[in-house]
Nanobody, 124 residues
Framework: QVQLVESGGGLVQAGGSLRLSCAAS????????MGWFRQAPGKEREFVAA????????YYADSVKGRFTISRDNAKNTMYLQMNILKPEDTAVYYC?????????????????WGQGTQVTVSS
């Protein structure tokens, strides 16, 4: 199993930007497909973005397409989520997740390893 730790959350005004990081330790990071998910109070966890193990393929939820960018640096065992033009509806706890696989997945059930989450709050 890979261990994951998110960072970079915080409070930002609408229209602002944040960059989340997910640091991985344990097994070979480059063998994992990675994803970002979020969960707002009273709502189910939802898919945000995913990236293949080599970084060549990415996939986004429609709600963040064009505003968020997922990337990874396998040499640093770290994944990122650059979030621009943030909206109040982006407010949630953001989680990174890993699956030992080469294909992209967007169903949270497919991911075996999860971080503890980082809070993102966007004020209007």
């Amino acid at each position: 199993q890979v261990q994951l730790v998110e960072s970079g959350g915080g409070l930002v005004q609408a229209g602002g930007s944040l960059r989340l990081s997910c640091a991985a330790s344990g097994r070979t990071f480059s063998s994992y497909t990675m994803g970002w998910f979020r969960q707002a109070p009273g709502k189910e966890r939802e898919f945000v973005a995913a990236i293949s193990w080599g970084g060549g393929s990415t996939y986004y939820a429609d709600s963040v397409k064009g505003r968020f960018t997922i990337s990874r640096d396998n040499a640093k065992n770290t994944m990122y989520l650059q979030m621009n033009i943030l909206k109040p509806e982006d407010t949630a706890v953001y989680y990174c997740a890993a699956r030992y696989d080469s294909d992209i997945y967007y169903d949270p059930i497919a991911f075996a390893s999860w971080g503890q989450g980082t809070q993102v709050t966007v004020s209007s």
